[in-house]
């Protein structure tokens, strides 16, 4: 297919595409409420919001199934300060816990296979002490935002450290049961191109609910947006603050 991107090279696309935010602020904010904690990034990629937890004060942990991402979180400024993990959630040890648990980036959304989702939950509810707090992201999926996700809306162009220079644009398809495929297309100087397919489950906010509570995990509030909006408004977010 002519030029393919190496795992440092999708690292560096990643953090090109995924730059600080508002999300990062809310959920720095939200650690930041408790002074010191002992913190879980569960899916925690390259390490942008990890580190700056760690920046912050807290102890962190880092774990996430992607060696590449984990390679460039941790040749990061501070990395050291970090517990890295390679690894979903079933690789933390019964005497590992924490005091918060988040998950950022949609990174809910990315397991999408229900008995791996129950089994992530139970294992956030095993790590946090009592009373301890989760945090996550999803998408609403009454806002149907991958109809919003078209070559159209969604072009750009990026020039990598390495000075590789590519072309990008995403489209996505509705699977059926609450998964929506989405397909990134990569056009490189050279004329080549790379697709890259992952799948995402929607779960509405009542789902939401639901699967928490059935993995023993109280949920405080569900709200729609970076600025407490409630669900409905904002940006069609699900945001979900729980406790065990």
């Known amino acids: 297919m002519g030029s393919m991107l190496s795992a440092a090279q999708r690292a560096d696309l990643y953090d090109a595409e995924n730059r600080w935010a508002a999300d990062d602020d809310f959920f720095l904010t939200f650690i930041n409420e408790q002074p010191a904690s002992r913190v879980l990034d569960l899916g925690c990629g390259t390490g ?8 912050a004060g ?8 992607h060696p590449g991402s984990l390679a460039a979180a941790r040749a990061k400024p501070g990395a050291d300060a970090v ?19 988040l998950m950022t980036a949609h990174v809910a959304q990315a397991i999408i296979d229900d ?14 002490v009592p009373g301890g707090r ?14 919003r996700w078209t070559p159209a809306t969604t072009r750009n162009q990026f020039t990598l450290p390495d000075g590789t220079k590519l072309h990008l644009w995403v489209d996505s398809a509705p699977r059926g049961e609450g998964l929506v495929k989405i397909t990134e297309h990569r056009l490189f100087a050279d004329g080549s ?13 009542d789902r939401l ?5 059935a993995a023993g995990l109280h949920v405080d509030a569900v709200l729609g947006g970076w600025n407490g909006e409630p669900v409905g408004r904002g940006a069609g ?5 729980a406790h065990r």
């Open 193 to 205: 191109r790379e697709l890259e397919d992952a799948v995402l489950a929607f779960r509405s906010e």
């Open 58 to 65: 807290h102890r962190v942990t880092g774990i996430d199934p």
């Open 83 to 101: 517990t890295w993990i390679e690894g979903t959630s079933t690789a933390l040890g019964g005497d590992d816990s924490f005091d918060a648990v």
């Open 209 to 213: 609910r639901r699967d928490l509570e």
């Open 48 to 55: 942008r919001l990890t580190l700056a937890l760690a920046r």
């Open 134 to 147: 989760l945090v996550f992201d999803s998408r609403d999926p009454r806002a149907r935002i991958w109809e």
């Open 115 to 128: 008995h791996k989702w129950s089994r992530t939950l139970a294992d956030i509810r095993r790590v946090l």
């Open 237 to 241: 977010e699900l945001i979900v603050v």
